[in-house]
């Protein structure tokens, strides 16, 4: 017996062969000890003669696994019925195990199916067998199916013997005065021994003495004594089922109508081509024609032409009104006047009086409206609250849901117009576009365009995120994410990321990503970014005002050629902080902005304006405001040549 660590120290060969030695006697028993090895690994083995059990390490190097007595006898775990002691390899939940002492357990599926035990075998489930041997006593036991026997006893008497001596009597069953329903037992027609067949479609009131039965087979043509509920078909073409269903036909005037459930057109005298299934349903008819009524008391009021409605109460009001079309349990049910009106879904025009020409399409969208005309809305909660304003076009789910009296609105998208109640003119074209908007005189198409608007007037944005995140007046934002983030109001922006983080006013941008020149820049005009580099244009000047009667203080101009000559033309080239690529590494000629301010400064001239500094950090020159000091110094140079030449 003998255990190692499995290192092999460094020492002299008598030493080392040793050590060599002890490892092989280690492997050659199996690490037999009676305590665990010191060095363990995954796999390892370990003759524990201590309990007499061999062990192996399990595969995490983490604990020992029992194998089997060192005297050759095999032990198992208790294991359970889910994880036996003992299983198959492709069915590790189907096994043997124990689950208490003296006791083998068989499992099949992780569920228990027999128990040998001192006191015998227990089997749960069903036990099949073709063929007894000998004799099969049973205490208690159902046998399900055929039992052939040469000789059955009961109690040690012969079974017929038995039945023979048993008195009749009746069978206990549950109080048959609150337990009436009984179903008639049929003996089928195959062949072999087969038991009785029911069913809970027919069944029998032992106590009222009626036999009810759900569905039959057939055209029930042979079927005789029915009551005056059945259905019945007459010459005219008329098929009718339920009790006062198209009991005023006036005689042979009312063709082709089909009446379906108790008092079910009713009233009709002499109105052709309708169709009505439901209590009640189209019950006030009486002479109008191609109508269609499904549901319980569907259009029970209706007495128009061409009206069609399906649904519990749908349109149940209506009296006048044609072409009026009412799908969904309870939509349009209040409405009396209805003429060319649509409305599909739940509630949908739910507490509607009169509304010509609306369309409601969408779970209880248009819901609240009680008067009102061309009303279209398109949608879950579309145009909801509404209640007695026209001309409104709401198309997605909580489009314009909350407008009540506002007037000429036009959505479309999931909450678009969301917010708005009352005023006048909103237009919005995009998912969540212009939904807390409450003001007055917008229009905004994109997704999430103009949300955060609320009060702000006279907004025009177009593009996904334009003008997303202020209140502003005034504005038009053209572009994806122009204006995204601007706060002020009277500004123009056309192009994507146009004049955006902007709080100056009254700016105009043009140009993707065209931005003022500081963002709280107002009154600027920005044609292009910061990589333009050709302004084209069919004219080579711009124009200004320069009307005499709009200036004042006029004088000649105080400097010309002495400022001139000292500005400095230079050429350069463009190496831009921001990496403008359009410009970097370009050769131009023009002027230092900050020599230009130096100039100025020099001739107390800041009136020229030589440079945009706005923002300090990128300073801009204004060359064209050079000319009218260019034409001084021409002037002052042109009278000194002609002295010179008068000599």
């Not at 009021?301 to 349990?329: D, E, R």
């Not at 044609?527 to 244009?537: E, M, P, T």
Request: contains cysteine; negative net charge.
């Amino acid at each position: 017996m003998a255990t190692h660590d499995y290192v092999i120290d460094n020492a002299s060969g008598s030493a080392v062969r040793t050590d060599l030695n002890n490892v092989f006697q280690a492997i050659l028993t199996n690490n037999s000890s009676g305590s665990a090895p010191s060095t363990t690994a995954a796999y390892m083995f370990w003759a524990d003669t201590s309990n007499n059990v061999l062990k192996i390490r399990n595969s995490g190097n983490s604990d020992w696994v029992e194998l089997f007595q060192l005297d050759g006898t095999l032990t198992l775990e208790d294991g359970s019925a889910s994880t036996p002691a003992l299983a198959f390899r492709d069915d590790l939940n189907s096994g043997i195990f124990s689950s208490a002492a003296d006791t083998v357990d068989v499992s099949c599926g992780g569920t228990t199916r027999g128990s040998f035990s001192s006191s015998g075998l227990t089997v749960t489930g069903n036990v099949t067998a073709t063929t007894f041997v000998g004799d099969v006593d049973a205490n208690n036991g159902d046998f399900d199916g055929t039992l052939e026997a040469d000789a059955i006893t009961v109690g040690g008497t012969a079974l017929n013997t038995v039945i023979a001596g048993v008195a009749s009597t009746n069978v206990t069953v549950a109080d048959e005065s609150s337990d009436t329903t009984c179903f008639p037992l049929f003996v089928t027609a195959a062949t072999g021994d087969l038991p009785p067949k029911s069913g809970s479609n027919l069944s029998f009131n032992s106590s009222s003495g009626k036999l009810t039965a759900t569905s039959f087979a057939g055209d029930g043509s042979e079927l005789t004594g029915l009551s005056s509920g059945g259905v019945t078909s007459d010459a005219q073409s008329n098929t009718i089922a339920g009790s006062g269903a198209g009991d005023s036909f006036s005689g042979t005037d009312a063709e082709e109508n089909t009446l379906y459930g108790k008092d079910c057109g009713e009233n009709i005298t002499t109105g052709d081509n309708n169709t009505a299934m439901g209590r009640a349903a189209l019950h006030d008819n009486q002479t109008k024609s191609n109508i269609t009524a499904i549901g319980h008391n569907c259009l029970n009021k209706c007495i128009q032409n061409n009206s069609t409605a399906v649904g519990s109460s749908a349109g149940a009001a209506l009296t006048t009104g044609t072409y009026f079309t009412a799908v969904g349990a309870y939509a349009a049910d209040a409405v009396t006047d209805g003429y060319s009106m649509t409305a599909v879904g739940y509630n949908t025009c739910g507490q509607m009086v009169s509304g010509g020409a609306c369309t409601a399409v969408g779970h209880e969208a248009l819901r609240y409206q009680t008067a009102g005309a061309s009303c279209t809305a398109v949608g879950n909660k579309a145009l909801e609250n509404v209640t007695t304003s026209s001309n409104h076009t709401a198309v997605g789910s909580g489009a314009a849901r909350y407008v009540t009296t506002a007037t000429n609105i036009t959505v479309v998208g999931m909450n678009a117009g969301y917010a708005k109640q009352t005023g006048d003119s909103l237009t919005a074209v995009g998912s969540s576009c212009l939904r807390q908007a409450t003001g007055n005189d917008n229009t905004a198409m994109g997704n999430n365009a103009a949300y955060a608007l609320t009060t702000g007037t006279n907004n025009t944005v177009m593009g996904h995120y334009a003008q997303m995140l202020h209140n502003v007046s005034n504005n038009t934002m053209i572009g994806e994410m122009s204006g995204y983030d601007t706060s002020g109001s009277g500004n123009t922006a056309l192009g994507q990321g146009t004049l955006t983080g902007c709080s100056g006013s009254n700016n105009t941008c043009i140009g993707q990503s065209a931005a003022t020149s500081a963002s709280d820049s107002s009154n600027q005009m920005t044609l292009g970014n910061a990589s333009i580099n050709n302004l084209r244009c069919a004219d080579t000047s711009i124009s200004s005002l320069s009307d005499r009667r709009d200036k004042t203080d006029i004088v000649d101009l105080p400097v010309g050629l002495d400022l001139i000559n000292k500005v400095r033309a230079v050429k350069f080239k463009w190496q831009t902080r921001d990496k403008t690529e359009s410009k970097d590494g370009t050769i131009r000629g023009g002027f230092i902005a900050q020599e230009l301010q130096e100039v100025m400064t020099d001739f107390d001239a800041s009136w020229l304006d030589l440079v945009h500094d706005e923002n300090p950090e990128k300073l801009e020159a204004k060359q064209g405001k050079l000319i009218p000091v260019l034409v001084k110094a021409i002037q002052e140079l042109s009278v000194k040549v002609t002295a010179l030449e008068a000599g």
